[in-house]
């Protein structure tokens, strides 16, 4: 039987819409508007479109959004003078650093330098390390929104095994932290896999729950996945005018139970959580 198709597009919207609820009664109580305020160095396309798309769905759920715009020139100490700018500024309740910065810019000096209160993106080590020890301030946004997802299509997680390919500190390694921590949509035995692990698809046949995070296109293939596993697809990558994840879709679909396409599967879910730790941001500025 063809697997359950997780659509991350819809849930993201039920999400979003009742984050729209929940930011307009923070206003009504606080008179406060969440704002999330963005940084785009430099001229790569693809990083424009996601900036847009972050600030069109803040538009949407009443969330203000302000771009900073800044030439590919910009120095290391020209960013972080615009970053202590937003730290100190008490109207910017989120900072959002959109990744990659140009070449000659020490990326993790920048995000290091985003007050952990407004670290929207959960990058800070400060903010790393309290959601390791399970007591989070801000969840990451992408593996926060694979769990939604999980948790949404009623995925037994508890006691089963997730193979989680990837190690970045973006997705691989904050997904596998979360996967085992206690809790809603969690409490998983956990194996993460990346370039160096050897009989990968041993260990991913073994799994109940993949999720690849791995940036090849259409790695996982079918005779990688158990009958019956749940596969999510963090991938995006493009192959000529098309997107697609890192999983061979099609004849995955005829394996797994469930699965999330590319697009519409964990995309959607990312900017969901984006807009959910910028009101987070808004109420940790009032109390
Ligand atoms: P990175 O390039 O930072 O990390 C890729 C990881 O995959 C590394 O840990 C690498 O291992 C591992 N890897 C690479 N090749 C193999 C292989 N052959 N076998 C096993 N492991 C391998 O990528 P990101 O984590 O930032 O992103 C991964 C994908 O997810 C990309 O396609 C990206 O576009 C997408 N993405 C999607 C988001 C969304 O919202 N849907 C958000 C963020 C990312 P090693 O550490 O050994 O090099």
């Known amino acids: ?156 997680v508890a006691g089963a095994h997730a193979v989680v390919l990837g190690r970045s500190e973006i997705v691989g390694k904050p997904m596998a932290m979360m996967l085992v921590q206690r809790g809603e949509a969690a409490d998983a035995t956990v194996t993460i896999c990346h370039s160096r692990t050897q009989g990968l698809a041993e260990i991913t046949r073994q799994a109940d729950i993949i999720v690849a995070a791995i940036g090849k296109p259409r790695f996982v293939t079918a005779d990688m996945v158990k009958p019956g596993a749940v596969v999510i697809d963090v991938g995006i990558n493009r192959v000529g005018d098309k997107l697609v994840g890192d999983v061979d879709y099609g004849p995955v679909t005829e394996v797994a139970s469930a699965i999330t396409p590319v697009p519409g599967g964990v995309g959607p879910m990312t900017i969901a959580m984006l807009l959910q730790n910028t009101l987070t941001a808004a109420k940790i500025s009032v109390t």
């Open 1 to 156: 039987m063809a697997a359950a198709i997780i659509d991350g597009k819809a849930v993201a919207a039920q999400l979003r819409s009742a984050l729209s609820g929940e930011v307009s009664k923070f206003v009504d109580a606080t008179n406060v508007q969440p704002h999330l305020a963005a940084v785009l160095a430099g001229d790569d396309p693809a990083s424009a479109v996601y900036v847009r798309n972050k600030q069109k769905a803040c538009d949407a759920a009443g969330i203000r959004s302000t771009l900073h715009r800044l030439p590919t020139e910009i120095t290391e100490d020209g960013l972080l003078t615009l970053i202590s700018q937003l730290n100190n500024d008490p109207a910017v309740h989120g900072i959002l650093v959109q990744l990659p910065l140009p070449g000659h810019v020490r990326e993790q000096v920048v995000l290091d330098a985003v007050t952990p209160l407004k670290d929207v993106d959960c990058f800070h080590p400060e903010n790393v390390g309290l959601m390791v020890q399970g007591r989070p301030r801000f969840l990451p946004c992408t593996p926060h929104g694979v769990q939604q997802l999980l948790l949404t299509s009623g995925t037994q």
